[in-house]
C-alpha cells in the first residue's frame, strides 16, 4: 500500500517583516479595507494612496501588491519590503503581528509570489527567518 506524500513543511515567519511582505501582496482592489479612522490617519494623501469601490474605501494595489509598499533590493541582494507609510497603515495591517496564525496563513497562501522576487524556489520553506 503506498503511503501518502510528506506534508508541505509550515511556513516560517522571518525574523524581520521586511525579509517577507507576503501580507501587502494580493491581485484584488478590495484587499485591505481602508476604515474612516485610517482615511483620517492618511491625511492630505489620502486620495493617493486609497480609493472607493462603491461606499468602502480600500488601499490602491499596484503590480499586485499594496501601493505604499517598496520593494527595494536588500543589503544581502534579497528584497527589503519596506512600507513608505508604515506610521499612518491602515488599522488592519497594524492587526497582523508576526508569526500569528494570520501570518501563517499568509505565509503558505502566498509564499510563491515572495519566491518570485527574490529568486528563491516557490515554496513555503522559502521563508526561514534569515
Not at 82 to 111: M, N
Amino acid at each position: 500500500m503506498p503511503s501518502d506524500p510528506p506534508a508541505a513543511p509550515e511556513p516560517a515567519a522571518p525574523a524581520d517583516c521586511r525579509a517577507c511582505g507576503v501580507c501587502c501582496f494580493s491581485a484584488a482592489p478590495d484587499y485591505v479595507r481602508v476604515t474612516g479612522a485610517d482615511w483620517d490617519r492618511l491625511g492630505a494623501e489620502a486620495d493617493h494612496w486609497a480609493h472607493f469601490l462603491g461606499h468602502r474605501a480600500f488601499m490602491r494595489m499596484t503590480d499586485g501588491h499594496c501601493a505604499a509598499l517598496a520593494v527595494r533590493r536588500g543589503a544581502g541582494g534579497g528584497p527589503d519590503f519596506f512600507c513608505t507609510i508604515y506610521a499612518q497603515r491602515p488599522q488592519v495591517c497594524r492587526d497582523l503581528d508576526r508569526s500569528s496564525p494570520q501570518c501563517a496563513g499568509e505565509l503558505a497562501a502566498k509564499a510563491g509570489r515572495i519566491a518570485a522576487l527574490s529568486g528563491a524556489p516557490a515554496t513555503p520553506a522559502t521563508h526561514t527567518g534569515r
